[in-house]
T-cell receptor
Framework: RKEVEQDPGPFNVPEGATVAFNCTYS??????FFWYRQDCRKEPKLLMS???SGNEDGRFTAQLNRASQYISLLIRDSKLSDSATYLC????????????FGQGTILTVHP | EPEVTQTPSHQVTQMGQEVILRCVPI?????FYWYRQILGQKVEFLVS????????KSEIFDDQFSVERPDGSNFTLKIRSTKLEDSAMYFC??????????FGPGTRLTVT
C-alpha cells in the first residue's frame, strides 16, 4: 500500500474559489506531515508543516485527522499563482528524515 | 533568507561520462540530501548524509553514485558513468535538526 494517496486531479477552479485537497496515509505512526508545492520543472517548496492537529497560514489551512489518517489542505481565495502540484509528504520516520513523495494533486486556477 | 544553491542549472553529458553536481546547503544545516525527478514522475530519494557519512540510501543509489562534502560548504553528487536513464532533475536539500527540508533549484541532467 502506498505511504500516502492523493487525488491527482487536476482541480480546475476560478480565481477566488476555495479548494480543498485530501491526503490519506497508511502509517498510523506518522507524527508529522508537510505540504509542499511544486511548479513545473521547479523544486518542491515547503508550504506548511503539520505537527499537531492543524496549522493555518494566511489563506492556507491544513488539518490532520489521526483517527481517520488523513490530512487536508484548504486554500481560500485562490490566486492564479496558486496553480501548482501540491504534495502531501510524511515527515521522515527517522531523524535522518528522508522524504517520500507521491505524485501530488494538480491545481489550476483560471481567471 | 538563506537558500540552497545548486550548480550547474543544466548539464549535458554523453553516456559513459562522469558528472559532478554541486550543491551549497544552507550554512548551519546538518543533514543533506539528494533527490531526483525524472520528467513526469515523482520526486525520488537518493541519499542522505549526516556527520560526514551516508546515513541512508535508496536502491537507485548504486555503485555508480557517490556523495562528498569536501569542505564546510559544498555537497556534491558524482555519477561515475552516466546512463541515458540518469537524465532527470537532481535536487539537493538540507535541514537543520527539525523535520523541514529545504530544496535547491535543481540541476537538469541530460545524458545523450
Amino acid at each position: 500500500r502506498k505511504e500516502v494517496e492523493q487525488d491527482p486531479g487536476p482541480f480546475n477552479v476560478p480565481e477566488g474559489a476555495t479548494v480543498a485537497f485530501n491526503c490519506t496515509y497508511s502509517n498510523s505512526a506518522s507524527q508529522s506531515f508537510f505540504w509542499y508545492r511544486q511548479d513545473c520543472r521547479k523544486e518542491p517548496k515547503l508550504l506548511m508543516s503539520v505537527y499537531s492537529s492543524g496549522n493555518e497560514d494566511g489563506r492556507f489551512t491544513a488539518q490532520l485527522n489521526r483517527a481517520s489518517q488523513y490530512i487536508s489542505l484548504l486554500i481560500r481565495d485562490s490566486k492564479l499563482s496558486d496553480s501548482a502540484t501540491y504534495l502531501c509528504v510524511p515527515a521522515g520516520g527517522t531523524s535522518y528524515g528522508k522524504l517520500t513523495f507521491g505524485q501530488g494533486t494538480i491545481l489550476t486556477v483560471h481567471p | 533568507e538563506p537558500e540552497v544553491t545548486q550548480t550547474p542549472s543544466h548539464q549535458v553529458t554523453q553516456m559513459g561520462q562522469e558528472v559532478i553536481l554541486r550543491c551549497v546547503p544552507i550554512s548551519n544545516h546538518l543533514y543533506f540530501y539528494w533527490y531526483r525527478q525524472i520528467l513526469g514522475q515523482k520526486v525520488e530519494f537518493l541519499v542522505s548524509f549526516y556527520n560526514n557519512e551516508i546515513s541512508e540510501k535508496s536502491e537507485i543509489f548504486d555503485d555508480q553514485f557517490s556523495v562528498e562534502r569536501p569542505d564546510g560548504s559544498n555537497f556534491t553528487l558524482k555519477i561515475r558513468s552516466t546512463k541515458l536513464e540518469d537524465s532527470a532533475m537532481y535536487f539537493c536539500a538540507s535541514k537543520l535538526v527539525s523535520y523541514e527540508q529545504y530544496f535547491g533549484p535543481g540541476t537538469r541532467l541530460t545524458v545523450t
